[in-house]
């Protein structure tokens, strides 16, 4: 409150050197006996009085700040990071009284201010970490004007964060980040809070593996630190085999898959989720697959996770993305034009060509991207360990013959590695791991389909790359017959995807061919195709034959 000035004993009290009162000066002096000093010194009071007020020099009422307010410090007076960053502090006079030409000083010399009535922000740009003075001097009225005088502490210095690089075992299990917080009271990873010892050691275990996991260090003034904590967790090598939805209702083709799961010869069954014809093999509960009547229910998702888990194998659900007649056909009748990759004037792409028109979907349409979002969450709720996106590419042909309503400026590559990051984080939140096919050209030719395979390998767990013999033309990688000789063109073609890949975490897990296309296959040739990915030290593969019968014998059982 301001300091009360009592008039009388201000100016009419005399004091010895000791502070106490004049010994002549008692009750006797009311009389006749009064000092002759009393009426020149009461004058004298009286004309200095009206000297100071008519002279227009005011006296100052000290404010402790109590009736100031004083915003962006701590209760200890300390100003962070945070809050220098954001303009300083603000200085709030008490009711009635106003700011408007207030002199602010930091440690004698003035700052520049934003006034707003009864609020004042002083800005503390460039100011050091340490102790200041702020003095906050207001004009006032005939009784004096009010000042604020407050020391501040200036502490911007975020904590010294360190986070380990952490390698987890299993997407559905539990993973603790451990890491060193020098000078933080506060550390959480992914939004759990850590252990922290007084060296600054933290520790916080997760309930499984997110996608990412930010860890913030916060010290006592409340300035933060922040490091993104690489929680890598490998998927184990994968021998699978694919399996149609339709082939899996069937005991003939299902048996003898189950036979070399349970040989061991290979370790998980790749098993449709949505096919080339754009149908989905079990019942699906997602809105838009029931709307069009792309859940066919071949198979029990549930049961066929179970039964294949029990003779002790993964699953791998194949999404084939936007090859998908029945999602382009329905939204083509429907009106929602935009979902399907259109012809520079308008129609659908894809007329004349191997796929047939209404074949593609438009990968840069919200629609389009929500679908398969959301068939990659509830795959991997109902137990999927692996979602694999097939298809995830925009049509063959010249770019400059299709057109993609959405796509904007963003490239066909871009927009298509961003629904691969997003998928992957979908799938992560439900313990799945993500891979990505793709063909075996695209390596060396990432703008013919639309798969930078340096983008994909930052945004999932595996590439899989489609380097089936059949499929590439004479001379490709200097074999003069690729389709006869399985070996080379298999070891250096996937040495350029590890190439590729080296600074990721992502893995490469070949599709090789199990089906005669031209030149016979059969046990020789799978396993030469074998023995060429492992001498590039690749030891997982998927093996394809769309009559889904395999060769064994080529498949030697794992340990």
């Given at each position: 409150?301001?300091?009360?000035?009592?008039?009388?004993?201000?100016?009419?009290?005399?004091?010895?050197?000791?502070?106490?009162?004049?010994?002549?000066?008692?009750?006797?002096?009311?009389?006749?006996?009064?000092?002759?000093?009393?009426?020149?010194?009461?004058?004298?009071?009286?004309?200095?009085?009206?000297?100071?007020?008519?002279?227009?020099?005011?006296?100052?009422?000290?404010?402790?700040?109590?009736?100031?307010?004083?915003?962006?410090?701590?209760?200890?007076?300390?100003?962070?990071?945070?809050?220098?960053?954001?303009?300083?502090?603000?200085?709030?006079?008490?009711?009635?009284?106003?700011?408007?030409?207030?002199?602010?000083?930091?440690?004698?010399?003035?700052?520049?201010?934003?006034?707003?009535?009864?609020?004042?922000?002083?800005?503390?740009?460039?100011?050091?970490?340490?102790?200041?003075?702020?003095?906050?001097?207001?004009?006032?009225?005939?009784?004096?004007?009010?000042?604020?005088?407050?020391?501040?502490?200036?502490?911007?210095?975020?904590?010294?964060?360190?986070?380990?690089?952490?390698?987890?075992?299993?997407?559905?299990?539990?993973?603790?980040?451990?890491?060193?917080?020098?000078?933080?009271?506060?550390?959480?990873?992914?939004?759990?809070?850590?252990?922290?010892?007084?060296?600054?050691?933290?520790?916080?275990?997760?309930?499984?593996?997110?996608?990412?996991?930010?860890?913030?260090?916060?010290?006592?003034?409340?300035?933060?630190?922040?490091?993104?904590?690489?929680?890598?967790?490998?998927?184990?090598?994968?021998?699978?085999?694919?399996?149609?939805?339709?082939?899996?209702?069937?005991?003939?083709?299902?048996?003898?898959?189950?036979?070399?799961?349970?040989?061991?010869?290979?370790?998980?069954?790749?098993?449709?989720?949505?096919?080339?014809?754009?149908?989905?093999?079990?019942?699906?509960?997602?809105?838009?697959?029931?709307?069009?009547?792309?859940?066919?229910?071949?198979?029990?998702?549930?049961?066929?996770?179970?039964?294949?888990?029990?003779?002790?194998?993964?699953?791998?659900?194949?999404?084939?993305?936007?090859?998908?007649p029945v999602l382009a056909s329905a939204s083509w009748k429907d009106g929602h034009r935009d979902r399907v990759v259109r012809t520079p004037d308008g129609g659908p792409y894809g007329a004349g060509s191997k796929y047939g028109s209404l074949s593609f979907t438009n990968f840069a349409n919200k629609d389009v991207r929500q679908y398969h979002l959301d068939l990659a969450a509830e795959a991997a709720?109902?137990?999927?360990?692996?979602?694999?996106?097939?298809?995830?590419?925009?049509?063959?042909?010249?770019?400059?013959?299709?057109?993609?309503?959405?796509?904007?400026?963003?490239?066909?590559?871009?927009?298509?590695?961003?629904?691969?990051?997003?998928?992957?984080?979908?799938?992560?939140?439900?313990?799945?791991?993500?891979?990505?096919?793709?063909?075996?050209?695209?390596?060396?030719?990432?703008?013919?389909?639309?798969?930078?395979?340096?983008?994909?390998?930052?945004?999932?767990?595996?590439?899989?790359?489609?380097?089936?013999?059949?499929?590439?033309?004479?001379?490709?990688?200097?074999?003069?017959?690729?389709?006869?000789?399985?070996?080379?063109?298999?070891?250096?073609?996937?040495?350029?995807?590890?190439?590729?890949?080296?600074?990721?975490?992502?893995?490469?897990?070949?599709?090789?061919?199990?089906?005669?296309?031209?030149?016979?296959?059969?046990?020789?040739?799978?396993?030469?195709?074998?023995?060429?990915?492992?001498?590039?030290?690749?030891?997982?593969?998927?093996?394809?034959?769309?009559?889904?019968?395999?060769?064994?014998?080529?498949?030697?059982?794992?340990?």
């Amino acid at each position: 409150m301001p300091v009360r000035l009592d008039w009388k004993k201000l100016f009419l009290n005399t004091s010895d050197a000791s502070g106490a009162p004049d010994s002549s000066t008692d009750a006797a002096d009311s009389s006749s006996n009064r000092s002759p000093r009393r009426p020149l010194v009461i004058l004298l009071a009286g004309v200095l009085a009206m000297a100071l007020v008519v002279g227009g020099v005011l006296l100052v009422r000290q404010h402790s700040g109590a009736d100031f307010r004083l915003a962006g410090a701590s209760a200890g007076g300390v100003v962070n990071a945070s809050a220098v960053g954001k303009g300083g502090v603000e200085v709030t006079a008490p009711e009635g009284e106003g700011l408007h030409g207030a002199e602010v000083t930091v440690d004698g010399k003035r700052v520049p201010v934003r006034t707003t009535g009864r609020h004042l922000t002083v800005g503390l740009d460039g100011l050091r970490d340490g102790t200041h003075e702020l003095k906050v001097a207001t004009e006032g009225s005939m009784l004096g004007g009010s000042e604020l005088t407050r020391e501040l502490k200036v502490d911007t210095t975020p904590p010294k964060l360190a986070v380990a690089d952490t390698e987890g075992r299993s997407l559905r299990g539990p993973v603790t980040v451990k890491g060193r917080a020098q000078d933080a009271a506060e550390v959480t990873v992914a939004g759990r809070k850590a252990h922290v010892g007084k060296d600054g050691a933290f520790s916080v275990t997760l309930p499984r593996p997110p996608a990412k996991a930010t860890a913030v260090a916060t010290d006592k003034a409340g300035n933060t630190a922040r490091e993104d904590a690489v929680i890598t967790v490998r998927r184990p090598t994968l021998r699978a085999v694919h399996v149609s939805g339709q082939a899996w209702a069937s005991d003939q083709l299902r048996k003898p898959v189950l036979k070399l799961l349970k040989e061991h010869r290979i370790n998980a069954v790749q098993l449709d989720i949505k096919d080339e014809l754009g149908e989905i093999s079990y019942d699906s509960k997602v809105p838009l697959a029931k709307k069009i009547g792309a859940a066919k229910g071949y198979y029990d998702a549930k049961k066929a996770i179970k039964e294949i888990h029990a003779a002790g194998g993964a699953v791998v659900g194949r999404i084939v993305a936007f090859r998908d007649p029945v999602l382009a056909s329905a939204s083509w009748k429907d009106g929602h034009r935009d979902r399907v990759v259109r012809t520079p004037d308008g129609g659908p792409y894809g007329a004349g060509s191997k796929y047939g028109s209404l074949s593609f979907t438009n990968f840069a349409n919200k629609d389009v991207r929500q679908y398969h979002l959301d068939l990659a969450a509830e795959a991997a709720k109902l137990g999927f360990d692996d979602i694999l996106y097939d298809y995830i590419r925009r049509p063959d042909g010249k770019l400059s013959s299709m057109s993609f309503p959405g796509l904007g400026k963003t490239s066909p590559e871009d927009s298509i590695a961003g629904l691969v990051a997003r998928t992957r984080a979908v799938a992560r939140e439900h313990g799945a791991f993500l891979g990505v096919s793709v063909f075996g050209v695209a390596v060396t030719r990432p703008k013919e389909i639309a798969q930078d395979i340096g983008k994909f390998a930052k945004q999932c767990d595996y590439i899989a790359p489609m380097v089936y013999p059949s499929h590439w033309a004479e001379g490709e990688y200097g074999v003069s017959d690729p389709n006869s000789h399985p070996y080379p063109i298999t070891k250096k073609s996937l040495a350029d995807f590890v190439k590729k890949t080296r600074h990721t975490d992502a893995q490469i897990v070949p599709w090789l061919q199990d089906f005669s296309l031209g030149v016979s296959y059969g046990d020789a040739e799978v396993a030469a195709q074998i023995r060429a990915a492992e001498d590039d030290g690749i030891h997982s593969f998927l093996l394809w034959n769309p009559a889904v019968r395999y060769h064994g014998g080529a498949l030697k059982p794992m340990k």
